[in-house]
């Protein structure tokens, strides 16, 4: 069964002390992983897509980079304004549906 | 300025009505969907349309219908609200130029009493 594990489910950062999100994923075929961050009653904003294993992408503090079983999302040197809920999303191969994980919630305190 | 859009974007309304959340979009995207998504919870795909008057049911059974009928308009339909059906729904789009990456409207909160 095509399944997404995110952790951990919250996450507590004092500004500037750098962490990980974990995304796990198990699918019969990747068609690629995506990355969204989401503030309260808004919608995902979309991040990174990353295709095979070894890439990597980075956009201000974050960077996001994939192993065949695994993505990380790195954060380096946090500020409160990166505060919101992380999303791991997997896209099956010859589909466009994405299965969702149940996303990392981040509070980065001043 | 190319974006998607939701309306409304907070619904309250009593048990039975009959309710249509809007979804438009200008990205020129040919692909949509319909998200449902609880607090705390993953989004699970409820609808989706690969172009006009193509619709299908996603991986979530939901009771609500939608339809395609221009290109950068996909609106979901509720028959009869019931309480049940609480839960924040969010559009989607994607296609040329997008690659394989899904855009997000700000989404729906609807509340059924």
């Known amino acids: 069964e095509d399944q997404v594990t995110q952790s951990p489910e919250a996450l507590r950062l004092q500004e500037g002390e750098s962490s990980s999100l974990n995304c796990s994923y198990t699918?019969?075929?990747?068609?690629?992983l995506f990355w969204y961050r989401q503030d309260p009653g808004k919608g995902p904003e979309f991040l990174f897509t990353?295709?095979?294993a070894g890439e990597e992408k980075e956009k201000e503090r974050l960077k996001a980079t994939l192993t065949k079983k695994e993505s990380f999302l790195h954060i380096t040197a946090p500020k409160p304004e990166d505060s919101a809920t992380y999303l791991c999303?997997?896209?099956?191969?010859?589909?466009?549906?994405?299965?969702f994980g149940t996303g990392t919630r981040l509070q980065v305190f001043p | 300025e190319a974006d998607i859009y939701q309306t409304p974007r907070y619904l309250v309304i009593g048990t039975g009505k009959k309710i249509t959340l809007e979804c438009s979009q200008t990205?020129?995207?040919?692909?949509m969907y319909w998200y449902q998504q609880d607090p705390g919870m993953e989004l699970h795909l409820i609808h989706y349309?690969?172009?006009?008057?193509?619709?299908e049911k996603g991986d979530l059974s939901s009771e609500s219908t939608v339809s395609r009928i221009r290109t950068e308009h996909f609106p979901l339909t509720l028959e009869s609200a019931r309480p049940s059906h609480t839960s924040q729904y969010l559009c989607?789009?994607?296609?040329?130029?997008?690659?394989?990456?899904?855009?997000f409207g700000p989404g729906t909160r609807l509340t059924v009493l």
């Open positions: 699918v019969s075929g990747l068609r690629g």
């Open positions: 349309s690969y172009g006009v008057n193509s619709t």
């Open positions: 990353l295709y095979s």
């Open positions: 999303a997997v896209q099956i191969y010859n589909t466009d549906k994405l299965i």
């Open positions: 989607a789009s994607s296609g040329l130029g997008s690659g394989n990456t899904q855009y």
């Open positions: 990205m020129g995207h040919d692909k």
